[in-house]
C-alpha cells in the first residue's frame, strides 16, 4: 500500500498532475520551477534517471489504476521539460519559448509524436514527451543559431 502510495506520488509530480484544468501544464511548470532553482539537474545523468523512473513508475501506475495513460500522470512531462532544457540552455528566452513550444507540442502532438502513443504501458505514456522535449530542444537552440 505504502509504495502505491509513493509511486502515485512520484508519478504524479508531487501532486501536481491533481491540480485542476490542464494537469500537463503544472507538472510542465513543477519542472521548470525546479530547474530555475536547481539549473545543476540540466544534466544528461539525472534526465536519464528520472526518464527511466518515468518509464517504471507511470507503468506501475497504470498497472495500479487501469488507466493506460492517466492525465494526473506527469513524470512525463516533468522528463521531457528536462529534456528541452538540457539541449537548449537556461536563459530567460529559452525558459519561455521551451515552456510554451514543448506544451504546444505535448498538446497538438504534430510530426509523429501523436504514433508513439500507441505503444502499452509507460513506453506509450514516456516516448511523445520525450520526443516533444528533443524537437523543442532543437527547434530552440536552431533559433538561437540565427
Request: proline letters at 3%.
Amino acid at each position: 500500500m505504502i509504495f502505491k502510495k509513493i509511486n502515485r506520488f512520484i508519478a504524479t509530480g508531487a501532486y501536481s498532475g491533481y491540480l485542476p484544468k490542464a494537469p500537463g501544464t503544472w507538472g510542465s511548470l513543477l519542472a521548470l520551477i525546479l530547474i530555475i532553482i536547481w539549473p545543476i539537474l540540466l544534466n544528461w545523468q539525472f534526465v536519464f534517471l528520472i526518464t527511466i523512473l518515468g518509464f517504471i513508475s507511470s507503468e506501475l501506475d497504470g498497472q495500479s489504476t487501469g488507466i493506460k495513460d492517466d492525465s494526473k500522470v506527469v513524470i512525463d512531462e516533468i522528463a521531457g521539460m528536462l529534456i528541452v532544457f538540457t539541449i537548449s540552455g537556461l536563459t530567460y528566452f529559452t525558459i519561455i519559448l521551451g515552456f510554451i513550444i514543448f506544451r504546444i507540442l505535448d498538446i497538438k502532438k504534430p510530426f509523429f509524436i501523436n504514433s508513439v502513443q500507441k505503444f502499452s504501458g509507460g513506453i506509450g505514456v514516456m516516448l511523445d514527451d520525450i520526443l516533444a522535449g528533443i524537437i523543442a530542444g532543437v527547434i530552440i537552440k536552431i533559433i538561437l543559431m540565427i
